[in-house]
C-alpha cells in the first residue's frame, strides 16, 4: 500500500472522505492513544502537574483528547482542514491552527512546556 504522502500532499490527501475515515478507524485510534501516551511518557512529566503542550499534526484531535484525560492543556496544529474541522466538530478543549510547520511555527520560544 503507498504511504499518503507519496499520493498527494497532507492538505489534499487528507480530505473529508479521508478525514473521517482515519479518525473512525479503532486501530488508528489505538496506535494514536498509545503512541501519545508514550511521548508524554518520553517528555518526563511530573505526574501532579497540568502542562501546556503543542501538538504538532494535531489531526482530528486523538491525541489532544489523551492529552486532555491526562489532566493537560493542549493546542494543536495540522495542516489538512479538513481533518481540522473534525476536531472541533467533536468539540476538543484544545486550540486549534491551520498551519503547514513547514512555514515555522508562531509561537515565542518558551511557550509550551
Not at 479521508?18 to 498509545?34: F, H, L, P
Not at 512529566?45 to 497540568?50: F, I, K
Not at 501546556?52 to 496544529?77: K, N, R
Amino acid at each position: 500500500m503507498s504511504r499518503p504522502e507519496h499520493i498527494a500532499p497532507p492538505e489534499l490527501f487528507y480530505g473529508e472522505t479521508e478525514a473521517k475515515k482515519y479518525t473512525g478507524n479503532s486501530r488508528i485510534v489505538a496506535i494514536q492513544a498509545e503512541m501519545t501516551m508514550r511521548a508524554v511518557e518520553l517528555l518526563n512529566l511530573s505526574d501532579e502537574s497540568s502542562y501546556y503542550l503543542l501538538d504538532i499534526g494535531c489531526g482530528s484531535g486523538l491525541s489532544g483528547e489523551v492529552l486532555e484525560e491526562d489532566g493537560h492543556i493542549w493546542v494543536g496544529m495540522d495542516i489538512a482542514p479538513a481533518m481540522l474541522e473534525i476536531a472541533a466538530d467533536k468539540d476538543v478543549e484544545g486550540d486549534l491552527f491551520l498551519q503547514d510547520i513547514g512555514q515555522g511555527v508562531g509561537f515565542r520560544p518558551g511557550t509550551f512546556d
